[in-house]
Every structure is written in C-alpha cells, then in structure tokens.
C-alpha cells in the first residue's frame, strides 16, 4: 500500500466538501483495514469503546445479557459492557498467570450468558486456544478486545479476528491512530451490517431492510480522522517492526536485574511489541510500580492504575465476585508501553533511559 500524501489528503477532505453522505474516506479505511486483517468486514467508528458497545449490540447482546470478561480488564471493555445494557461476568485469571481461566469461565456460565470477552493487555493474549474452544462448544460469541493488539499473532491468527468480532482503538499511543478513532472487524455479514447502521443511528441498514427502524448512536468516525487513519495504516508494518525491536531491545537492556521476571510470550503467541511485561517478584509492587512512574516509566498499574474488577472503584457499583488470582497478577504486572516515536533514530536513546530508569529503581527497592 503506497501511503497517500498526508496534506494533499487532509486538503481534499477539509476543502473538497464531498458529499456528507459518501463518507468516503470512511469507506476507503473499511476496505483497507479488512484487508490487512485478512477479514471479509471492518466498521469504523469514533473510538475503541465505541468499537466494543457497537460490536456487542451487532452480536445481539443487551438487557439481561452477561458477558464473561477478563477480571483484569481496562475500564472502558467494562463501560461498553454497561452501555450495552448487558452484566459483566469477570473470568480470574489463571492459577499460572494465564490471562482468561477457561474453568473459572465454564463455570460462571448461566442460561443468560451471550458472550466471552477476553482483554489483549499489552498486546498479548496468552493461550487463546482454550478460550476459542470454549466459545465454540457453548456457541457464546467471542469478541476480543483487541484495543492494544494491532498487528500481534496468536498461532498465525492476527488478534481480533479469531471470534465473532474484534474491536480495535484509534486513540492517540495506539500502534494505529488518528487520534481518536476505532473500528471492528467480523467475518459476519449480519454482525457487520447492524454494527454499520447502528454507528450512524440505523440509517444505513443492510441491503434491502427499511432505514431508521431502531436507535442505534452516532459514533461515526470524522472524515478527517479516517484520511488520518489511512496514512497510519500506510505505515503500520514499518512502525510493528519497530515495536517489536523496541520491545525486545528493552527486554534485552534490563537484562535480569533480581526481582523482575520477564513474560515470556506463550507458545503460538506472536506479540505487537506494544509493551514490554514483567511479573514484579518484589514486596509493595503496586508501590513500586508507582516510584517508577513518578521516575518517569509510563506503565499500566502506576500511571493507569490497573488492577482487578472487583478491587476496582469504577467497578464496585457491579459488585464483581472476588478474583484472587487476578488480584495477585494484577499488583505484580509490570506493562511498560515501548516509546516509539520520530525520529526513529532517538529510539535506543529512549529505550536505554527507561532501562536504566527500571534497573536503578528495581535495585534501590
Ligand atoms: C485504549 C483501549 C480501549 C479504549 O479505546 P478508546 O479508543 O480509548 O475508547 C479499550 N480497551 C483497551 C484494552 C484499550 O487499551
């Protein structure tokens, strides 16, 4: 893909005033992110929780509905959950750290529960094959939140394409963005039907059906924003090469200072190199995770305060059933986003200052 020229691009959208209705770059996006996903749908829309809300409402899931979600969620999978009118259900971690415990899932199924939604933190998805297995042999949908996962690999499988619908964020700091954006991708013509016309207040149903006989939303992603898009995607391998470098080179850089584990990636796992992850071996993890962001490592529990549903304040109106185990992996992770940014030359210079940030802080604890 030859990457359009960015300002004759944004000029023509601002300038040109197509036809609001063509939505054109929109449409161009669609067909180049199904492409590169190697899957027969994309909908665009205006942000990664929109992508979730709208992927969960186009697989037929509202009131009285439960979703199975991953007990170290972000919020925001919890919010579309709410939004969707649905119950999240949280799934524990494994008892060897595995991000989605299928048995805890197995267990927690009702004769109302529609859907599991396993979380990529990180990008990584850990062994996403019982989790497959398990939406296959319950026929519950499996929708990813692939929001951190562009480009990352489970047994040759791109994330967000090995269930019903994969939803991805746009936002600023993802391995694709406009600033902020989202979109999902579906082998399912129906899915991405109504997902396409509940993004724009079912004014564009599927071929054949009557427009505007449901409420859907206005979460259409902006001309401009899509024209961005485009352009970011026109880079993405070059900029997914550099992640995973990046990635390995911080690994690498740390080395194996006493009391951090690296994660390795689980069999079959390819991941996007978006962050590096440790397991913190030492007393006070959260603690030390927070001296670290205040020394200037942007990672998941200390700058987003990361942590298990149940023990999380946004979360406590649901009044989520205790996840021990997630609770213990989510004080001990270490997420650490690899700082890409131009010139692509300063990325070692960055990568050995936040090694050298993460030893020093590490061995003075
Ligand atoms: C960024 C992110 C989201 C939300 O995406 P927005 O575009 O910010 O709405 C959801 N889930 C995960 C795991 C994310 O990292």
Redesign the pocket.
Known sequence: MTAPDPLALLEQVVTRRPDPASREQAALLEAELAAAHDVAYAVVVS??????HTALVAAGIGAGDEVLVSAI??I??VAAVVLAGARPVFVDTGPDGEPFDVADAASKITSRTRAVLP???GGRSGDLQPVVDLAAHTGLHLIE?A??AHGSRYRGWLLGTLGSAG?F???DG?LLSCG???YLVTNNPDLAARARAFQSHWQTPAPGQPALTRLGTNYRLAEPLAALARISLAGFDARLARHRHGADRLVHLVGDVPGLAVIPAAPGEQPNGYCALWRILLPRPRELSGRLAEAGVVNSVGSFGLRAAHQHAACCSLHPAPCPNAARAADSLLVVPIPIRDPAPDDEARLARIADLITTEVAAW
């Open positions: 942000s990664g929780t929109a992508a979730l969620p972000v925001m999978t979380v990529h933190l939140d929001c951190q939803c964020s746009l936002k993802k902020e954006g989202g």
